[in-house]
């Protein structure tokens, strides 16, 4: 009662029109969020952008790249990665010899060099 007045309201949890009917408030509906088995990414460095695949993150080398995900990398960072027969040029175990020398000329590669 407000000012000698009649007042009607839905209790807690209820909702409609006090004067002919409230009902219970309906549970919101989550929406469903389907997890992402790809995030966080599982595939580490030098890997392409992973890929969800029938619900399995699938995880792929880059171009050039030795290992398999999440341990790609490359064939060679320095020197002694590499026989010693050959020198890591541009991540990659290569003779160094072709180019080097010149006419009549013989290159053989002792300890990377």
């Known amino acids: 009662v407000i000012n000698h007045i009649a007042t009607c309201t839905c209790i807690e949890g ?3 029109d006090p004067f002919s009917s409230c009902r219970l408030r309906p549970k919101p509906i989550e ?3 389907a997890d992402d088995p790809c995030d966080p990414n ?5 890997s ?3 890929r969800d695949v029938g619900g399995r993150c699938q995880c792929t080398c880059m171009r050039e790249m ?3 995900p999440p341990n790609c990398r490359p064939e060679c960072v320095i020197n002694s990665d590499c026989p010693s027969d050959k ?3 541009n991540r990659k175990c290569q003779d160094p010899c072709p180019g080097l020398c010149g006419q009549n000329a013989y290159c053989r590669v002792r300890n990377h060099i």
């Open 14 to 16: 209820y909702e409609g």
């Open 87 to 89: 020198a890591c040029i």
């Open 31 to 33: 929406p469903v969020v």
């Open 48 to 50: 392409l952008p992973p």
């Open 42 to 46: 599982p595939c580490g460095p030098n």
């Open 66 to 68: 030795i290992g398999s």
